[in-house]
């Protein structure tokens, strides 16, 4: 079924963003940073576990690539040079344009024919929480200029 292994590349690619955010972790001193990173990876993992419920609920079988995809690989090296400065600024910004992909990945799924009802119900709620991060962000660079 197309639908699952769409699924599963969300799945996947929210499994990769999970792997950045805990990476830029280890990296910051910040405690702001860190306490915002260990709660996107958190959310993450929690987004991960439901995708997977939802495949396996319609007979799918999950599946992790086990190697990043050529786009979040260079965003990855490009995220670890920024964090590796911890100019939250430009930190914020590039978190954001990794929220901005993933909120792509989720609308192109969403425009999907036949999507069964749960499944589009989650990807909503889990793709305006993405929307909801990138506005609380958004508010607070405004509030930190």
Do not use: W
């Not at 799918?60 to 990855?76: A, E, F, M, P, Q």
């Not at 993933?102 to 969403?110: G, P, Q, S, T, V």
């Not at 024919?113 to 909503?124: A, G, Q, R, T, Y």
């Amino acid at each position: 079924m197309e639908h699952l292994r769409k699924l599963n590349n969300l799945l996947n690619m929210n499994y990769e963003i999970e792997q950045i955010y805990l990476g830029a972790l280890e990296n910051v001193t910040d405690n702001n940073l860190k306490s915002f990173f260990r709660a996107q990876g958190y959310k993450r993992h929690q987004f991960g576990k439901d995708l997977s419920a939802e495949i396996e609920k319609f007979g799918g079988k999950v599946t992790h690539s086990g190697s990043r995809s050529n786009h979040l690989y260079k965003i990855d090296v490009n995220f670890r040079n920024i964090v590796l400065m911890e100019n939250e600024s430009d930190v914020l910004d590039e978190v954001y344009r990794i929220k901005q992909l993933n909120i792509e990945h989720y609308n192109d799924l969403l425009r999907e024919m036949n999507m069964p009802l749960s499944v589009c119900k989650l990807l909503v709620k889990q793709r305006d929480a993405i929307e909801t991060a990138m506005h609380a962000m958004k508010r607070h660079e405004a509030n930190v200029a």
